[in-house]
């Protein structure tokens, strides 16, 4: 069990690691940069064009890796087996930052959801 945990996570850090020197400049063709807010700390400024949404890498290579290991080693790969709920909250959290940063970057609105957009949404994917 240990092994296959230790591999898992290896193995969803070597597709990132393989994914990532790809996957950031493509951001940046896209201008899914930071935009950061004028009333904000003037140090912040220099994080202005900072690629967002690496989260989507992240998730992909926890998915493939995830199910991958789960279909090869585990004996209930069904409804009954733990990791659908715990990959559907992942990706329920994650979608929340996607919109978070979406919004961001692509409408150029600085602010984001607002904090009680997140908290709806969390509290939404939770009772779920």
């Not at 935009?35 to 220099?46: F, K, N, R």
């Not at 409408?107 to 009680?116: A, D, T, Y």
């Amino acid at each position: 069990m240990i092994f296959e945990l230790y591999g898992s996570l290896f193995a969803a850090f070597a597709i990132m690691l393989l994914v990532m020197p790809v996957f950031l400049p493509y951001l940046k063709k896209l201008k899914f940069g930071q935009t950061i807010y004028d009333l904000g700390p003037q140090a912040h400024l220099s994080k202005q064009g900072t690629p967002n949404m690496g989260g989507i890498a992240i998730a992909a290579a926890t998915v493939i890796v995830s199910v991958v290991v789960c279909m090869v080693l585990c004996r209930n790969y069904g409804t009954e087996n733990r990791l659908w709920p715990l990959l559907f909250v992942m990706l329920g959290s994650m979608a929340i930052g996607f919109t978070d940063d979406f919004i961001k970057d692509v409408k150029k609105n600085p602010e984001g959801l607002k904090p009680k957009q997140k908290l709806v949404g969390q509290l939404v994917l939770g009772i779920a």
